[in-house]
């Protein structure tokens, strides 16, 4: 069975989703080295960039700047 566009469309952000802390982990602590680092999504969240995936680069954001 073929799947339809949906299942298709799956498969690319869920790679991608694996690879979101690890990014930020690496990142963000260069970033914000020396304070006054905001963290943002700029002036749009680009419609290739999932809800689930948003939700866990706001999340992994927030394990790593909450003390």
């Known amino acids: 069975?073929?799947?339809g566009p949906a299942?298709?469309?799956?498969?690319?952000?869920?790679r991608q989703a694996d690879k979101i802390p690890d990014?930020?982990?690496k990142t963000l602590p260069a970033a914000a080295e020396g304070g006054g680092?905001?963290?943002?999504?700029g002036h749009s969240i680009p419609n290739t960039v999932s809800p689930n995936?948003?939700?866990d680069i706001i999340g992994t954001v927030k394990r790593l700047t909450s003390r």
Do not use: T, V
């Open 7 to 14: 299942r298709r469309h799956q498969r690319g952000p869920l």
């Open 23 to 25: 990014e930020i982990n």
């Open 1 to 3: 069975e073929k799947p």
């Open 37 to 41: 680092y905001i963290f943002a999504s």
């Open 53 to 55: 995936n948003l939700k």
